[in-house]
C-alpha cells in the first residue's frame, strides 16, 4: 500500500465531512431564520426588539399577545412536527429503500390519524392519552401492512400498494367519523385529513418534544445500522447488522415520531415523504440523511404554514401547501417507477 | 497468522416449507480457495448464506473455531467471517471510497471513530483491486466489471480472515471474470485468505479452486482436488451431461467439454 492511496482516501473522506457538515449548517442556519422571520412578520410587523423582549417573559404591549400567544407556539409546533415527520419519513424511506414507503404514503400517518380523531371527537380524551393513541394505531398499521404483504419476506413493491390501500380505508374512516361528529367544523376536519398548526398553544408542543428525545434518540442510535441497510439486507447481515433487531427499533422509533406528531397537527400531507428525497437533492448520498431530512421537515413545515396563512389570497393551513408540493413529486416518482418497471 | 477452521455439520436449511440443504457435512480447508459448483436449485448459494449467518439452519450448526456462528454477536463475527452477497445494492450516488470504506463497519461501534487504521484498510482494499484512481467516481457510473470490484474491495476492506463469495464473476466478461479471479487469488496468496466461493463456469472452477466441491440434490456429492472432482462421471451424475474431460496444455487442471447432440463430427 502507497502512502498516496491513503491520502486519497484519507482526504476524500475529510471533504465528504465538511461537505456534510457544511450543509447541515447551512439548513440550520436557515431554519433559525425561518423561525426568527415567522414571528417577527404576520399580518403586522413586529421590530426583533420586541420579539426578545417577549421571548425574555417581559410584557409588551401588542407584542406580548400576537408574539407569546400566537406566532411562537405555531412557529415551536411546526418546527417540531416538522422534524418528527422528516425523520420519520427518511426513516422509513432508508430501510426499505423506497421513497414510496414513506409513512404518509403506506397508511401509518393516516392510522395515527384516524386513532387521533375518534380518541377526540368519540372518546372525548385530551392531551397524552390521545398520543398513546395515535403511536399504538401506527403501530398497528405498521403491522399489519407488514403481515398483509410478508410472503417469504417483505417486498417493497407489494408493502407500498397494501398501504396505500390501507390508507385510503383510514381516510375514510376520518371522513366518516368526522361527518358523524357533533361539532363538525370545517378547520378541525381539515386537521385531520391534511394537516395544521392552526390554533396552536405551546403546551401541545411537549409530547412531540418528548417524542423527539426518546424516539428521536432511538432513531440515532441505530443511524449506523440504517447506513447499512442501504446495501441491501444481505450486505448489511454480512457487515454484521442486525437486520431483524434494526428493523424492528427503527420501524417503532419512526412510527413513534409520525403518529405523536400526528396525534397534534393532523398528518401533514407529504412532509414525511418529501424530506429525505430533498435533503438527498442537497446533500448527496454521503453519511446518514435522518439529521438533514429532519431539518428540511422543519423547514418545509414552518415555510408552508407561512404561505398558508400569509402569501396566498386566503388562509390554508400548511398541508393543503405542502400537499401541492407533493402531489407533482409523487406524480413523478410514480411514472419513474413505472418505466424502470421496478 | 491465525488460520480459522469454518465447517458444517449435519447442516439442513430451507425457505418457507422447501427443505434445500439436507444433513450436510462440509469442512472447508483453512487457508485454501474452495470453489462450489452444481446444477441450478442444487443448494450451492444456500449452503453460502447458512455458512455466513444471513440464514438460521433448521437442524444441525455452522462453526467457526469451534463456536457456533448463529450464537455468535453479528459483529464479532464479522470481522473475522466476510460475504460478498449475490446481488448488492449500491446507493444511488455514492462514491467508490465511500462504499468500499463501509466495509469498515464491522470494527466500528457506537462511539469509536474512524482513523488512520481504516483509512489505510480502505486504500489497501482499493490498490488490492486496482481502483485507486476510482476513488471520488460515483458507483454509479462504472462499468460491470470496475462495479464489482468496487464490491470487492468492500469485502476486503472488512479484513476478515475468511471470505465467501456467492458468483463473483456473474454478467462479467471472460477477461474481467479471469482478473476477478486473479485477484482472488493474489488475496489467498499474500494474506493466507481463506476463500469459498460459488462459480458456474466448471472450467474457471477447476482451474482456480484448490478444492473443489460439487453439489448435487442439496448434499455435497464429491470433494477434493479438481482433478479427482471434475470427471466425466461426476458431470453426468451432477449435471446430467455427457463430456469429456481432458486436462488443460497449459496449468494441467481437467477441462470438461461438453459432447450435446450436434456438431461433433470433426468437419474440414
Known sequence: ????????????????????????????????????????????????????????????????????QLRLPRAVLAVLAGLSFGLGGAAFQIMLRNPLASPDIIGISSGASAAAVFAIVVLRLDGAAVSIFAVAAGLGVALTIYGL??????????????????????????????????????????????GSVNGARLGQSLPILISLLIFGGLLMSRSRDLQALRLGDDSAAALGTHVTRTRVMVIIAAVGLIAVATAVTGPIAFVAF???????????????????????????????????????PSRYPVGVVTGALGAPYLIFLIVRAHRSGA | MTKHSLSAHQLSAGYADTIILEGLDFQVPPGQITVIVGANACGKSTLLRTMSRLLPP???????????????????????????????????GITVADLVSRGRHPHHGMISRWGRKDDE?????????NIVELAERPVDELSGGQRQRVWIAMALAQQTQVLLLDEPTTFLDISHQVEVLDLLIDLNQQ?????????????????????????????????????????EANVRHVFGLES???????????????LGRHRMAKTG
Open chain 2, 58 to 92: 433448521r437442524h444441525g450448526q455452522v462453526l467457526l473455531d469451534g463456536k457456533s456462528i448463529h450464537r455468535t454477536a453479528p459483529r464479532q463475527l464479522a470481522q473475522v467471517l466476510g460475504l460478498l452477497p449475490q446481488s448488492p445494492i449500491a446507493p444511488e
Open chain 2, 121 to 129: 484498510a480502505v486504500a489497501q482494499a482499493l490498490e488490492a483491486t
Open chain 1, 1 to 68: 500500500m502507497s502512502m498516496a492511496s491513503v491520502d486519497i482516501v484519507a482526504a476524500g473522506r475529510i471533504r465528504r465531512v465538511r461537505r456534510r457538515a457544511r450543509v447541515v449548517l447551512a439548513l440550520l442556519a436557515l431554519l433559525v431564520t425561518g423561525f426568527a422571520l415567522t414571528l417577527m412578520l404576520g399580518q403586522s410587523f413586529t421590530p426583533p426588539g420586541d420579539v426578545i423582549r417577549v421571548l425574555m417573559g417581559h410584557d409588551v404591549p401588542g407584542a406580548t399577545f400576537t408574539v407569546g
Open chain 1, 274 to 312: 418529501l424530506s429525505a428525497p430533498i435533503a438527498a437533492r442537497i446533500f448527496g448520498s454521503e453519511g446518514s440523511l435522518l439529521i438533514p431530512a429532519a431539518l428540511v421537515g422543519a423547514v418545509l413545515v414552518l415555510a408552508g404554514d407561512y404561505v398558508g396563512q400569509f402569501l396566498l
Open chain 2, 191 to 231: 494474506r493466507g485468505t481463506t476463500i469459498v466461493m460459488v462459480l458456474h463456469d466448471l472450467n474457471l472452477a477447476a482451474r482456480y479452486a484448490d478444492h473443489l466441491v460439487a453439489m448435487a440434490g442439496g448434499r455435497i456429492f464429491a470433494s477434493g482436488p479438481p482433478a479427482d472432482v471434475l470427471t
Open chain 1, 149 to 194: 404483504s410478508w410472503r417469504n419476506g417483505v417486498a417493497g413493491a407489494r408493502l407500498i400498494l397494501v398501504g396505500i390501500g390501507v390508507s385510503a380505508m383510514l381516510d375514510s374512516f376520518i371522513s366518516y367519523v368526522l361527518v358523524r361528529a357533533p361539532a363538525w367544523d370545517l378547520q378541525e376536519a381539515m386537521r385531520w385529513l391534511t
Open chain 2, 244 to 258: 469429456r474431460v481432458i486436462a488443460d496444455p497449459t496449468s494441467g487442471r481437467p477441462i470438461m467439454l461438453p
